[in-house]
């Protein structure tokens, strides 16, 4: 199926890539494209630029749903009718807080979670816990059933396939054996307090205590006992939140720079969402160097060079070396143009049957506002 398709008939696109190849650009243009094809959309962005932020009208609120006023959205481009378009910065704090109010049901464990020093640290740099709140909040969101079609942006990993790992990478991260050997004693002894400790393990906690302190040492201590309690409910939701990637109606876009290495990365996803029985949608390659078309004779070149205004007063060698550079960097650039065509006709040959591959050339600059991302729409979903 074609992008423009997969906006107007899934229900998610999930857009997923390595480190700043253009996510949340093209999550910001998927969802233009979707409001413009009369859905009601929901960007789900993380840590936009704040020019992009900006021109979603995203300045000031986050974690709030916030909707894109509909004469911005027809900046440059017709919005048919029912066509709206909301976006929401992701809060990783908030958002895993919201995953502990769910599953920690007693008040007061869920108060000494929240304060506990851990805690706080953990929540935003444990292993996989940025996009496990980014998928909680998907199902979230697809839950309550409001919008006809949510595109989430994800969090910049150095590598897509992070992403799927991340609830895997959560739960060694939290269910390691060293861990459990270091909680075991403080939950035998029923306190978190290092004299109530009995001998065995007690005796190098101790001596760890001396260089850490006996406090650090109790709130880890704290933290993952505490923490396991509401670990079963996390196991069972990160299944769940996965689960829904499963899902006919959803569509992962995968974005990728056309460099061979990011290529391989790219292919390398494809094969793992194949494995996993999830839906891939497009390959878009971003940053695509245009073919150029063939290159003025170097006689022509100096020819125009010597009657343009801008070179007025340039004696005829010097036009003829400012050729010579200009020559110079057409080729450069006219063999980037090359490996890039040769790096797509690689995916090209992968992507099977229903998944397109969508080309999005290199912008002269950034893209930060309704004018760039209808830009963007045209090649994504024109
Ligand atoms: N085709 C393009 N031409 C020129 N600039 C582009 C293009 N696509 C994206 N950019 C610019 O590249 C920068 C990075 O893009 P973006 O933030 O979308 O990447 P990202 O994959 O979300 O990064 P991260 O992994 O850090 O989240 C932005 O400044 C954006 O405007
Ligand atoms: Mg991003």
């Known amino acids: ?146 919008y006809d079609l949510i595109v989430l942006d994800t969090p910049p990993t150095a590598n897509a396939i992070d992403f799927l790992d991340a609830p895997e990478r959560m739960s060694s991260a939290i269910d390691s054996p060293a861990i459990d050997w270091f909680v ?15 001998i065995g393990t007690a005796f190098i906690l101790k001596r760890i205590a ?48 056309p460099e061979p290495l990011a290529v391989d990365e790219a292919l390398y996803f494809f094969e793992r969402l194949h494995s996993a029985h999830m839906p891939l949608g497009a390959f878009v390659v971003n940053r695509v160097h245009p073919e150029l078309p063939p290159a003025p004779s170097r006689e022509n070149l100096i020819e125009k060079l010597t009657a343009s205004p801008e070179l007025r007063g340039f004696s005829p060698d010097e036009v003829v070396r400012v050729a010579a550079d200009l020559d110079a960097t057409y080729r450069e650039f006219a063999s980037l143009a090359e490996a890039d065509a040769r790096e797509i006709g690689r995916l090209r040959l992968a992507a099977v049957e229903d998944v397109s591959v969508i080309e999005v050339p290199l912008f002269d600059g950034d893209i930060y506002d309704m004018d760039g991302l209808s830009q963007m729409v045209r090649y994504l979903a024109g």
């Open 1 to 146: 199926m074609t992008l423009s398709g997969l906006v107007k008939e899934r229900r998610i696109l999930v857009c997923v890539g390595s480190g700043g190849v253009g996510k949340t650009t093209t999550a910001a243009s998927l969802g233009l494209a979707g409001a413009r094809a009369g859905r009601r959309t929901l960007v789900l962005t993380i840590d936009p630029a704040k020019r992009l932020a900006n021109a979603l009208g995203l300045a000031h609120l986050g974690h709030e749903v916030q909707e894109i006023p509909r004469e911005r959205l027809a900046e440059g481009g017709f919005v048919q009718p029912g066509g709206s378009l909301f976006a929401m910065m992701l809060d990783q704090k908030r958002a895993f807080d919201e995953i502990v109010e769910r599953y920690a049901k007693d008040p007061a464990v869920r108060k000494r979670i929240f304060d506990n020093p851990i805690y706080r640290g953990a929540s935003t740099t444990l292993a996989g816990s940025y996009e496990y709140a980014a998928m909680a909040k998907l199902y979230e969101i697809a839950e309550a059933n409001r």
């Open 184 to 198: 075991r004693p403080y939950k035998e002894a029923g306190q978190f307090s290092l004299k109530a400790l009995s």
């Open 210 to 257: 001396r260089f850490v302190g006996s406090a650090f040492l109790e709130d880890i201590a704290r933290f993952f006992v505490e923490f396991n309690t509401v670990l079963g409910g996390f196991r069972e939701r990160a299944k769940e939140v996965f689960e829904i990637l499963r899902r006919p109606d959803v569509a992962f876009v995968m974005v990728s720079s």
